[in-house]
């Protein structure tokens, strides 16, 4: 008897959860719907109105904008022009220059809709598509010259949410979010970026084995897709780099960064991959995982260095760097390059103030510093071996928070008197003051696609 109403309950209790589940299920295809989004016109991607209002910009001198860079007056009579690492702005279908606008914004192209497609970017030459559901046939698309697609390999089929949510870097970015897409709570939250799709799972139970499968198809037989020494994924066309898949890295619940992860890849037919994500064993619940799947396009040059990895090539592609003294790594170091004062013909007398700013994913106390570079160097070839020549300490930086920006104005005014441009194209390099044993920074690359790194130069 007891038998019987022991196995009686747990019948209760199945049917209960089972009930639950449809009711769930059901609940989320009735309220779902599409959000029809209005756009606020006077919306300024590269900075707030409360920005704005800080810096003192009345009015926007169309004389300084080029693919990277804008320039506005100031109340106080000053000017500041802004050159970024990567463009700001493209040339559009019609020929017209236009500014970069990644707010989500819905699809209006009515074979996209058809097609399933329902959110894309707002303004940009790199277009993803998010579709209405997420499963192992329909995924994210993005578009330039080239094409691809991705998604998540699941036996469920997964509808995506229009919300606001805080991203990596604690930004609060709208975003299509695929939930429970494991059943176990885990989410997949996409939005678009200036080089393509940035990719955040929010990962609530131990995954088996801390890998995560997707699935991608190439658009082209003639896209290859190859593993690149410095971890990540390039998608090459007749030899020629047109994408990039990074690989993860991780945030946990108290924002400790993990950057051990590996991604791989396994063609399972013309055109079609199967990658695998690994997260490596550091975390195994309640983190973010962060991924960029990207387009190439060109940027201001930088390129990391490894003691570890002494002939790494190309690891400017990955869009960060380890600065300082690493197990992984050794000693690292970044190599930046400027390439803006012969462009805008500037003066060192007009230089009031230049500053570099870029960011830190990891916080970890350290001083870092910038020297004078003294011999050109390559992003794509650059390495270890070379034994650039260094200079003098042009800018010191004690770390305190996540942006950091260095004062490099001594370093300007010296490139404004160079008349033949050297000392610019040589740029500095970025290491850690002392190189201390287990004391590195996660810092953000020139073309990441999370923060926008810059420089800032008042002008008088």
Request: contains cysteine; aromatic residues 14%; proline residues 3%.
């Amino acid at each position: 008897m007891k038998n019987k109403k022991l196995l009686c309950v747990l019948l209760i209790i199945v049917f209960v959860i089972i009930i639950c589940f449809c009711i769930l299920f059901i609940y989320d295809k009735i309220v779902w719907k599409e959000v029809n989004i209005n756009l606020d016109p006077e919306y300024n991607e590269l900075f707030t109105e409360e920005e704005m209002e800080i810096k003192g910009h009345e009015n926007l001198l169309p004389e300084y904008i080029s693919n990277v860079s804008v320039a506005y007056g100031n109340n106080d009579g000053t000017k500041t022009l802004y050159v970024f690492s990567s463009p700001i702005v493209f040339q559009d279908t019609s020929g017209a220059i236009s500014f970069i606008d990644i707010r989500i914004n819905n699809v209006e192209n009515e074979e996209k809709r058809a097609d399933g497609y329902l959110y894309t970017v707002a303004n940009n030459d790199v277009i993803p598509f998010f579709p209405k559901e997420l499963n192992s046939d329909s995924g994210i698309l993005i578009e330039k010259d080239i094409s691809y697609q991705f998604g998540i390999e699941s036996d469920n089929s997964v509808l995506g949410w229009y919300e606001n949510r805080q991203n990596f870097i604690n930004e609060s970015k709208n975003m299509v979010v695929y939930k429970n897409f494991d059943n176990q709570g885990s989410d997949i939250s996409v939005y678009p970026s200036n080089l393509g799709v940035n990719c955040e799972m929010n990962i609530s139970q131990p995954l088996s084995e801390n890998i995560i499968n997707f699935w991608l198809k190439l658009s082209d037989e003639n896209i290859h897709v190859e593993k690149e020494p410095g971890g990540y994924l390039v998608l090459t066309l007749y030899g020629n780099i047109v994408g990039v898949i990074q690989k993860p890295i991780l945030k946990d619940k108290t924002g400790n960064i993990y950057y051990d992860c590996k991604v791989d890849f396994v063609e399972e037919d013309d055109g079609i991959y199967s990658l695998k994500f690994d997260f490596g064993e550091s975390v195994t619940e309640d983190f973010v995982a962060y991924i960029s799947f990207e387009m190439r396009k060109e940027k201001q040059p930088d390129n990391a260095l490894y003691s570890n990895l002494p002939d790494l090539e190309n690891a400017y592609l990955c869009n960060y760097s380890v600065i300082g003294n690493n197990f992984d790594y050794g000693l690292g170091r970044l190599l930046i390059r400027y390439e803006f004062t012969r462009f805008f013909r500037l003066k060192a007398s007009q230089i009031e103030k230049a500053e570099y700013y870029t960011y830190s994913l990891t916080n970890n106390t350290d001083q870092l510093e910038m020297l004078s570079m003294m011999e050109e160097w390559c992003s794509r070839t650059g390495n270890w071996n070379e034994n650039y020549k260094t200079g003098l300490q042009t800018s010191l930086f004690e770390l305190k928070d996540h942006e950091l920006n260095f004062d490099i104005t001594d370093e300007v005014k010296k490139w404004c008197e160079d008349p033949y441009g050297q000392l610019e194209y040589n740029g500095v390099m970025l290491k850690s003051l002392n190189e201390e044993d287990d004391i590195f920074n996660v810092i953000l690359s020139n073309d990441n696609a999370l923060y926008r790194n810059r420089t800032e130069i008042i002008l008088k």
